[in-house]
Nanobody, 116 residues
Framework: QVQLVASGGGLVQSGGSLSLSCAASGVIFSIYDMAWYRQAPGKQRELVATITSGIGTNYADSVKGRFTISRDNAKNTVYLQMSSLKPEDTAVYYC??????????WGQGTQVTVSS
């Protein structure tokens, strides 16, 4: 059974930085494209950044130039380095497979709160 455990969230002032991690277990992690998503209160979950199994990356326009996604297949972990954080980045952040055909259990996510 696939398990995703996100960590690294917290409270940070506007303009600050945070680094998130998401460890996967129960899956051959390296063959899957991965993504970070976020869900703010009262809003739908949205795609933030993606990384292919070949290390190609893509970002939502709202985070482009501020966030960096990366992965370490040896550790079954995907990362999200966030800088120049804004209050509108406040959300619960999750990782999951980036696929139209499959979805893994979402896990608890990690809360990011950016104060103004």
């Amino acid at each position: 059974q696939v398990q995703l455990v996100a960590s690294g969230g917290g409270l940070v002032q506007s303009g600050g930085s945070l680094s998130l991690s998401c460890a996967a277990s129960g899956v051959i992690f390296s063959i899957y494209d991965m993504a970070w998503y976020r869900q703010a209160p009262g809003k739908q979950r949205e795609l933030v950044a993606t990384i292919t199994s070949g290390i190609g990356t893509n970002y939502a326009d709202s985070v482009k130039g501020r966030f960096t996604i990366s992965r370490d297949n040896a550790k079954n972990t995907v990362y999200l380095q966030m800088s120049s954080l804004k209050p509108e980045d406040t959300a619960v952040y999750y990782c999951n497979v980036n696929s139209r055909r499959i979805s893994w259990p979402w896990g608890q996510g990690t809360q990011v709160t950016v104060s103004s």
